[in-house]
């Protein structure tokens, strides 16, 4: 599965911000999708996963009541809808993508297929 980001973002703290991540060579339908990011000089970091119907979600902890990850399989794309953030929620963010019909994983091991990454910049 070939994954774009669009959007990358220079927001205030307590902004908002949409990512969204299209497949654009097959459907999504069969896969878990998720968001990971890399803040900078530190690891990747899980942020939000969902499951192929959509009736399952997980969230880091760090995010968890700020972003809603969300997906529409008939247009290819998953979604992270951003809320009151914070400068440390700055990073690049990736999607990605798993073959699997159950829950998201929270490994970034088990995903097949990456996004090119985009950057989100919070501003104190």
């Known amino acids: 599965v070939h994954l774009v980001e669009s959007v990358r973002g220079l927001v205030q703290a307590e902004g908002a911000l949409r990512l969204s991540c299209a497949a654009s060579?097959?459907?999504?339908?069969?896969?878990?999708l998720a968001w990971f990011r890399r803040p900078p000089g530190q690891v990747l970091e899980f942020v939000a996963g969902?499951?192929?119907?959509?009736?399952?979600?997980y969230y880091g902890d760090s995010v968890k009541g700020r972003f809603t990850i969300s997906r529409d399989n008939g247009k290819r794309t998953v979604y992270l809808q951003m809320a009151a953030l914070k400068p440390e929620d700055t990073g690049v963010y990736s999607c990605?993508?798993?073959?699997?019909?159950?829950?998201?994983?929270?490994?970034?091991?088990?995903?097949?297929?990456w996004g090119q990454g985009t950057q989100v910049t919070v501003s104190s």
């Open positions: 060579d097959r459907r999504l339908s069969d896969n878990a």
């Open positions: 990605a993508a798993e073959v699997r019909l159950g829950p998201p994983s929270r490994r970034a091991r088990d995903y097949e297929s």
């Open positions: 969902i499951d192929w119907s959509g009736s399952i979600q």
